[in-house]
């Protein structure tokens, strides 16, 4: 059983630019999540999809980033016209539907310059 | 809203030391999860523990164990015979059981356990 799988690992980006992360969940797993992880902080809530439906997306969130989950399976993240405070670590997990621990991915390490 | 406080920053113990990570919730939701993950060095958040609201008896496994005090909203951790490879970053978190929001977590800032040999 393969676990959360998250690419790319490492994105190095100019000001300005886009980017998009993908997530491939642990396969049976109908619950998705994206977080963002800063230097000596928790993981913070972005988003949340049960099967392609995205049921919450934090109100932290600028109109800048943008997540998919088109088939119920992976998941792809898009920051737009990123800034230098875009810069952090980005953690996919999975859950399945009737558990509440979370599977996290590797991350993706974000560094905008 | 939902908050989780992890009052210690940095512990720091030699080796076969007991050790106790502190961790205390905030929530209005009469059911609720919670959880303990650890993240190394390596840096992907593994999944340690879950706890459900209505359910306070303590668990021991190995030489990890957990205390849930709802009274005062309190979830430790303790780690017995501390060993050089529990070093790492301990996150406490806190989960919403209503239907829309199950499973998104609110995270504490985690306490960093550095096991000295």
């Known amino acids: 059983d393969t676990g959360v799988s998250q690419d790319p690992r490492h994105k190095i980006t100019k000001r300005g630019q886009n980017v998009t992360f993908r997530c491939d969940p642990i396969s049976e797993h109908n619950r998705l999540y994206w977080y963002r992880q800063t230097l000596g902080q928790g993981p913070e809530f972005l988003t949340y999809?049960?099967?392609?439906?995205?049921?919450?997306k934090s109100r932290l969130l600028s109109d800048r980033f943008s997540a998919e989950r088109p088939k119920g399976s992976f998941s792809t993240l898009e920051i737009q016209r990123t800034e230098q405070g875009d810069s952090a670590m980005y953690l996919c997990?999975?859950?399945?539907?009737?558990?509440?621990?979370?599977?996290f991915g590797p991350g993706t390490r974000l560094t905008v310059t | 809203a939902q908050k989780v406080t992890q009052a210690q920053t940095e512990i720091s113990v030699v080796e076969k030391e007991d050790v106790t990570l502190d961790c205390v919730y905030e929530?209005?939701?009469?059911?609720?999860?919670l959880f303990w993950y650890k993240q190394p060095p390596s840096g992907e958040l593994v999944f340690l523990i879950r706890?459900?609201?209505?359910?306070?008896q303590n668990e021991i496994s190995g030489r990890y164990s957990w205390n849930f005090q709802k009274s005062t909203s309190s979830f430790n951790f303790t780690i017995t015979a501390s060993q050089v490879v529990d070093s790492a970053v301990y996150f406490c978190?806190?989960?919403?059981?209503?239907?829309?929001?199950?499973?998104?977590?609110?995270f504490g800032d985690g306490t960093t356990l550095t096991v000295k040999p």
């Open positions: 706890r459900n609201s209505f359910d306070e």
């Open positions: 997990a999975s859950t399945g539907t009737d558990s509440y621990e979370q599977y």
């Open positions: 978190a806190l989960s919403e059981a209503e239907y829309t929001n199950a499973g998104k977590s609110t």
């Open positions: 999809f049960q099967n392609e439906a995205q049921l919450e």
């Open positions: 929530t209005r939701d009469t059911t609720y999860y």
